[in-house]
């Protein structure tokens, strides 16, 4: 008995450890890309016929690609996508996606303040 809950408190203390670390420290960039591809594929998910059925690859970030379910239960082919929040998911079809993909996609941190500056000039 004597030895649980030693073992209950370790845990207790590391994780309270754990949690201090990451407050003080901040979330170290690997974890935010997979929580983007994650909250991405929910969004992506939330657009199509049947979301289960979803195949996901080349993921970084808000951006990859899916192969989705038509109505007819057929794949129809990977296509690319940004899904930047649940609102805002554009797919390959879409006339504008190439702005959106160089944009969200391609360019660094630095490239988007810069276009970004550029834009409120």
Known sequence: MKSA???ILTIIALCIM???YLYFVGVPNWAVGIYQEYKA???VK?????PNGALFRNKKGPC???NAKNKY???EGFIKYVANSEKAVTFESSPIFEKIWNFSCLMTEQ???AEI???RN
């Open 5 to 7: 809950i030693k073992v």
């Open 18 to 20: 754990f949690s201090s």
């Open 41 to 43: 594929e929910g969004y």
């Open 46 to 50: 939330a657009h199509l016929n049947d």
């Open 64 to 66: 990859g690609e899916v």
């Open 73 to 75: 239960g057929g794949y």
């Open 111 to 113: 490239e988007r303040a």
């Open 117 to 119: 500056e550029k834009l």
